[in-house]
Every structure is written in structure tokens, then in C-alpha cells.
């Protein structure tokens, strides 16, 4: 199994700051990631694929990068709506994993 | 735009089954273009992606609850179903459909819709 390691677990950030999320993985995924944002109450939504593309809907705030076992997301300009729990996903082997999550809140 | 829809019992007593559906609009689950998943977590805790199924009948489950689980789509009734047999309390949790685009047979970019969500009680 692929084990997904989110850092940081909480990260605190000012609207109109930038914010750097973590997530590493225990074997090369290649660049079969994706990124999803949760908000309380809400299923999760698909942001980033692919390790950088942006889904539909996906604000150009947002960026992916990285490949085989570290990848990134960065949130270049915090918005009030950008507040929630995003989490990465590898889709190269089964079982399909997650990540345990990076909370951002507001500073 | 196509929806999913999840429904069934939100209380179990343990040991029993846990029986879910997921219906999907606004599109068909019998064009083989997908795979039909079931993902849960547990209040305040990650998402744990259960299995899929695919039109074809060809299913992955997650290892951990593999002994427990089957997962079977309703071509007819353009629906997916979940059961999960001897539930316990660990599994408490909200219940998430989902659908994965494939390309050339393989998933390529991950779960694009989802159902709302269903929260499954397992208590005495």
C-alpha cells in the first residue's frame, strides 16, 4: 500500500497570504495525484490532477507541482473561501490512498 | 451536470449489514467510461477509499475491509450499491459516492463528482 504523508496537519495563514501543503508518498505514484478541498459539511472537491492540472472551476490560485513521491500545492493568495481541508490522493495502485489532510485556518 | 446520490439506513446495530446506494442523474452508468467508488470518514477524521466497480462487474477493494465488503452496480436502475457486512462501531462514518473518469482503462484524475455524503451509526 502507498502510504500518503500530509505536512503540515494544521497551517494558519492571512487572507491574501501564500500557503505551501505538503504531501509525500512511500513509493513513486508518478504523477497520478490529485488534490481535494473540503469544507465543513461538504463533500470533498477534485482541484488538481495529474500532480499540476487544474480541474474544471479550479481558481488559477491554485498550483500543483511535483512528481514520484513529493508534491506540492500552493494556494498563491489566500481567499476567505480558500479556509478549508485539503487533502491528496494516489490513484497509480491499488488500494487507492489518501492523505490524512493539511487544515488551513485563518491566522 | 451529473449528480450522485447516496441513501440507506443511518443506523446499525452491530453486526448487522450495511446496505447503501448511490444513485446517479444526469448521465449513464453503463458507458464503461468509469469507475463507481464508495469512500468513507469518520467524524473529524481522512477520507478511506472502501472500492469501485466497474459496468463490467470488476471490482478492487481496499484490503483492510476486503473480508466485508461488496460493491455492485445496478445497470437497470442506473445505480451503485455498498454492503458492508458485521459492522462495529469503527464503522461509523459519513459514506461518499463517487466517480472516477478512466482512460484507456485506467483512472486518470481521480474522483471528479461525489455524492453528498450519508452518515452510517453503528451502535447498540
Known amino acids: 500500500e502507498t502510504v500518503m504523508t500530509q505536512s503540515p496537519a494544521t497551517l494558519s495563514v492571512s487572507p491574501g497570504e501564500r500557503a505551501t501543503l505538503s504531501c509525500r508518498a512511500s513509493?513513486?505514484?508518478?504523477?497520478?495525484l490529485a488534490w481535494y478541498q473540503q469544507k465543513p459539511g461538504q463533500a470533498p472537491r477534485l482541484l488538481i490532477y495529474g500532480a499540476s492540472t487544474r480541474a474544471t472551476d479550479t481558481a488559477a490560485r491554485f498550483s500543483g507541482s511535483g512528481s514520484g513521491t513529493e508534491f506540492t500545492l500552493t494556494l498563491s493568495s489566500l481567499q476567505s473561501e480558500d479556509f478549508a481541508v485539503y487533502y491528496c490522493?494516489?490513484?497509480?495502485?491499488?488500494?487507492?490512498?489518501f492523505g490524512g489532510g493539511t487544515k488551513v485556518e485563518i491566522k | 451536470q451529473v449528480q450522485l446520490h447516496e441513501s440507506g439506513p443511518g443506523l446499525l446495530k452491530p453486526s448487522q449489514t450495511l446496505s447503501l446506494t448511490c444513485a446517479v442523474s444526469g448521465g449513464s452508468i453503463n458507458t464503461g467510461s468509469y469507475y463507481w467508488t464508495w469512500i468513507r470518514q469518520p467524524a473529524g477524521k481522512g477520507l478511506e477509499w472502501i472500492g469501485r466497480?466497474?459496468?463490467?462487474?470488476?471490482?478492487n477493494y481496499n484490503p483492510s475491509l476486503k473480508s466485508r465488503v461488496t460493491i455492485s452496480v445496478e445497470r437497470s436502475k442506473n445505480q451503485f450499491s455498498l454492503k458492508l457486512t458485521s459492522v462495529t462501531a469503527a464503522d461509523t462514518a459519513v459514506y461518499y459516492c463517487a466517480r472516477a473518469p478512466l482512460g484507456g482503462g485506467v483512472m486518470v484524475i481521480g474522483f471528479d463528482y461525489w455524492g453528498q455524503g450519508t452518515l452510517v451509526t453503528v451502535s447498540s
Open positions: 490522493q494516489q490513484y497509480n495502485d491499488w488500494p487507492l490512498t
Open positions: 466497480v466497474h459496468t463490467s462487474g470488476n471490482t
Open positions: 513509493q513513486s505514484v508518478s504523477s497520478r
